[in-house]
């Protein structure tokens, strides 16, 4: 991980406005232009706080100069240490600055609130009503949460638990897999359609707060050691329970609890989406995100290889760790005879809309394989455009054929690397799986 020297620009002032990178957005939202400065930004870290639900998800970023231009990086802690997320593509107007956020449709328009302060919006594009969740950052080097005072003895939140969330027929499980080391806490949950990515925060007496902002999605989990108040007198509980609350980005809500498990499995990925009986190939053809071509897995190009086909879109943070490993595996790995086909299911329908999204992904994540636009993100669109597939969940799923062109295998999600050791088992499934395929 490389850091900026500490105080190399720490009297210097970065002015957004030197930044030229064009945003395709239309919203207006977008800085625009005025007779006011735009704000200018220390280099150094800086911590940002979004306010939603009643609720403060904080996140921190770092600002550094490169080649002259300035750049943000959203820092995001877990098991295996910091990711650090690169937006550059910046640009002011006016009193305004909007910082695009990484490979997703969203950004953060500020204005300056004074020295060293920020205030302004996280806004996301790509969905149907407008999206905007009020923020404000503080320059300078600061913990995620400030610290809290507890009169009560430090509690214990590390290890292996074995989570459920929501109420009744909207109740999924989850693993929640944290490490601490005194009052601060790391790690995840894992769930049967992806894991919630890196988590890090804070342990003030029985409580636990953990959050991460990607971007795409902003995540707030809070727990108690016990039941709240009042305390339902009908109900037992068990020793060492969490309850708690899982806040996500602007209306996302939903309570869980946990209770420590180190056996604690969810159920295998490799059995939840599945063929329909009497299928054992997929027939698709979509148009590929380079225009004038089409992609199928009959194509002279993958006849005779192993191919692994990625569903995946641009708007999906899970799918983004998943590309970050398969893109350079790729790389080192197609000249054994296999090929990779990326489907795209995107937010718009709309091939002008949605295929320079898909594009722009291909280009940042250095994707040397094909990508196809696919349909819509939803499980409905899927099974419309997959018709032989059954019960899909979640993006990103990823589907094996053999050489000749058969399903072998359909894995429901990925565990990123935020995940720990799931993250290496993930890994080391799907090479198993290629060499498997590649020797028949």
């Known amino acids: ?64 100069t490169e080649a002259d231009k300035p750049v943000v990086y ?38 300056a609130d004074g020295t060293g302060k920020l205030k302004g919006t996280w806004v996301k594009y790509d969905t149907k009503d407008p999206y905007r969740v009020p923020l404000t950052a503080t320059a300078g080097a600061q913990e995620l949460f400030p610290a809290a005072k507890s009169s009560e003895k430090t509690g214990s939140f590390g290890g292996t638990w074995r989570a459920n969330f929501g109420e009744g027929e ?18 995840t949950f894992l769930t049967t359609t992806g894991d919630y990515r890196y988590l890090s925060g804070q342990v003030s007496g029985q409580d636990m707060r953990v959050s991460t902002f990607d ?37 996302g809500h939903e309570t869980w609890t946990a209770v420590p498990d180190p056996k604690a499995k969810l159920p295998d990925a490799d059995t939840l989406t599945y063929l329909k009986k009497g299928e054992s190939r997929l027939n698709f053809k979509f148009p590929n995100v380079i225009a004038g071509s089409s992609i199928s897995p009959t194509d002279p190009k993958y006849r005779g290889k192993v191919v692994v ?15 970050n490993f398969l893109a350079p595996w790729y790389e080192k790995n197609k000249a054994r005879g296999v090929e990779i086909i990326g489907l795209g299911y995107e937010r718009s329908g709309d091939y002008a809309v949605s295929v320079p999204k898909l594009r722009s992904m291909r280009e940042r994540f250095k994707m040397g ?28 799923t990823t589907i094996f054929l053999d050489k000749k062109g058969n399903v072998r295998k359909i894995h429901t999600g990925f565990s990123g690397p935020g995940t720990g ?15 498997k395929l590649l020797k028949e």
């Open 309 to 323: 086909l990625q569903i995946l879109g641009s708007w999906c943070p899970n799918c983004m760790d998943e590309t």
């Open 369 to 396: 394989y094909d990508v196809a636009f696919a349909g819509v993100s939803n499980k409905d669109s899927v099974a419309q455009s997959l018709p032989q597939l059954a019960k899909f969940l979640a993006f990103p």
């Open 170 to 187: 909207e109740s999924y499980p989850a693993t929640g897999v944290f490490t601490q080391k005194g009052d601060k806490l790391t790690g």
């Open 74 to 111: 959203l820092i995001n802690a877990g098991l295996n240490g910091e990711e650090r997320l690169r937006c550059d593509d910046i640009k002011s107007a006016g009193d305004s600055t909007t910082i695009r956020l990484h490979a997703f449709d969203a950004a953060l328009v500020v204005r």
């Open 215 to 251: 971007g795409s999605h902003a995540f707030l989990f809070t727990a108690h050691n016990g039941p709240k108040e009042p305390v339902d007198i009908t109900k037992e509980y068990a020793p060492n329970t969490l309850f708690g609350d899982f806040y996500s980005g602007k209306a």
């Open 421 to 435: 050791k799931y993250y290496q088992e993930e890994i080391d499934g799907f090479n198993q799986t290629i060499d």
């Open 1 to 64: 991980m490389k850091l900026t020297p500490a105080y190399l620009l720490a009297t210097a002032a970065l002015g957004l406005g030197l930044a030229g990178c064009s945003s395709p957005s239309t919203s207006s939202e977008t800085a625009t232009g005025g007779s006011a400065a735009a704000p200018t930004l220390t280099p150094g870290p800086w911590r940002g706080v979004l306010a939603t639900q009643g609720q403060e998800i904080p996140f921190l970023f770092e600002v550094k």
